[in-house]
């Protein structure tokens, strides 16, 4: 049975993975009040074994492995998304249409990152210019000033900026601050700044300072777990968004 969660406590079951994060930072930054932000969690036999978040139809997934997935791909299907984020592995047991799909790397930490020259406030309309030159689908810069000073100001993510003269060179974001695991993202680094060890910096120190939850980050591409790997990340699987076919 698929039962809309009215309280982060029906959350406490989930695993510290990198989808709890982004589901219990969610609903710890919206709750359950807003019409763009649903929440739900699926019991099988009377124990919870999947939860779903949808913001404005993206959907994320976190199943465990007694997760009756018949019975989710019906619901998602019914209630409708334009995409769908969830390990690689849950994509294919739903049946989804895989769009996109990459390593997840989990940190094991390493020696500390020097904090010199790193901003944790900054201009979000030069991140936001910074982030599309890298390549990265954000949609209207309003609507991510929105969402991304939600979550600010919630405290459910935080962010490091390398910068000079007042223009980011290099920045990360621990996206979304869950319960017990935390998502790294939105690394970049300004093509003209690149091979200077930047981005490792700001994402060495938001992974130390998140270290007492276990943080994780999705690579955009699998040449990036060795990069990854210099600075204290392992694989853990796989990640994939899928799209409504």
């Known amino acids: 049975m698929v039962s809309?969660?009215?309280?982060?406590?029906?959350?406490?079951?989930l695993p510290a993975d990198p989808f709890a994060a982004r589901i219990t930072a969610l609903f710890d930054t919206y709750g359950a009040d807003y019409g763009f932000a649903k929440f739900w969690v699926q019991t099988v036999d009377g124990v919870q074994t999947a939860a779903i978040s949808s913001i404005d139809g993206e959907m994320t997934l976190c199943c465990l492995?007694?997760?009756?997935?018949e019975e989710l791909s019906a619901f998602i299907n019914a209630v409708g998304y334009s995409s769908?984020?969830?390990?690689?592995?849950?994509a294919a047991a739903l049946g989804l249409k895989v769009q996109k799909s990459s390593h997840?790397?989990?940190f094991e930490g390493n020696s500390g990152a020097d904090c010199n020259g790193i901003s944790r406030d900054f201009d979000k309309r030069k991140i936001y210019d910074l982030l599309c030159l890298c390549g990265f689908e954000l949609g209207a810069y309003e609507a991510f000033l929105a969402d991304v000073c939600s979550r600010l100001n919630k405290g459910t993510a935080s962010l490091a900026v390398i910068e000079n003269g007042g223009?980011?060179?290099a920045c990360a974001f621990a996206l979304f601050k869950g319960r017990k695991s935390v998502l790294l993202g939105a690394?970049?680094?300004n093509p003209s700044a690149r091979g200077?060890?930047?981005a490792s910096r700001a994402v060495s120190?938001?992974?130390?300072?998140?270290?007492?939850k276990r943080v994780f980050l999705f690579c955009r591409n699998d040449g990036l777990a060795d990069f990854y790997g210099k600075i204290g990340f392992q694989t853990d699987g796989r990640w994939a968004v899928a799209v409504k076919s």
Do not use: K, M, Q
């Open 196 to 198: 200077r060890g930047y």
């Open 4 to 13: 809309i969660c009215e309280s982060a406590d029906w959350l406490g079951f």
């Open 65 to 69: 492995e007694n997760t009756d997935f």
């Open 187 to 189: 690394v970049a680094t």
């Open 104 to 106: 997840i790397v989990r």
């Open 84 to 90: 769908v984020t969830c390990r690689a592995e849950h």
């Open 167 to 169: 223009e980011p060179l």
């Open 205 to 212: 120190l938001l992974a130390n300072e998140n270290s007492e």
